[in-house]
Nanobody, 121 residues
Framework: QVQLVESGGGLVQAGGSLRLSCAAS????????MGWFRQAPGKEREFVTA????????YYADSVKGRFTVSRDNAKNLVYLQMNSLKPEDTAVYYC??????????????WGQGTQVTVSS
């Protein structure tokens, strides 16, 4: 069992930056691939990015490539999402996820509760 808690969301102007954090419980954190998904109002939840268990591989949705960076610190059980050059269309609830299958996208087994990111124009 892995419990995930996101933080770092908020309101930012277009062009600004935010860094989301995801704190994971459990001693087996380093055995999980981790990812971020988001859900905008009236839309389905969508994949944003994922990182392999050792940080050696990362994957991004085309919509965030070059602007977002995912990283992890296995010693601290933390995953980060650095978001730069934010756009109003990035507005969504962002969810941290953990899974054991990572093929271009992550198949989550566990989800966090989500953190709101709002980008004003």
């Amino acid at each position: 069992q892995v419990q995930l808690v996101e933080s770092g969301g908020g309101l930012v102007q277009a062009g600004g930056s935010l860094r989301l954090s995801c704190a994971a419980s459990g001693r087996t954190f380093s055995s999980y691939h981790m990812g971020w998904f988001r859900q905008a109002p009236g839309k389905e939840r969508e994949f944003v990015t994922a990182i392999s268990w050792n940080g050696g591989n990362t994957y991004y949705a085309d919509s965030v490539k070059g602007r977002f960076t995912v990283s992890r610190d296995n010693a601290k059980n933390l995953v980060y999402l650095q978001m730069n050059s934010l756009k109003p269309e990035d507005t969504a609830v962002y969810y941290c996820a953990a899974g054991t299958v990572l093929i271009a996208t992550l198949k989550p087994l566990y989800w966090g509760q989500g953190t709101q990111v709002t980008v004003s124009s």
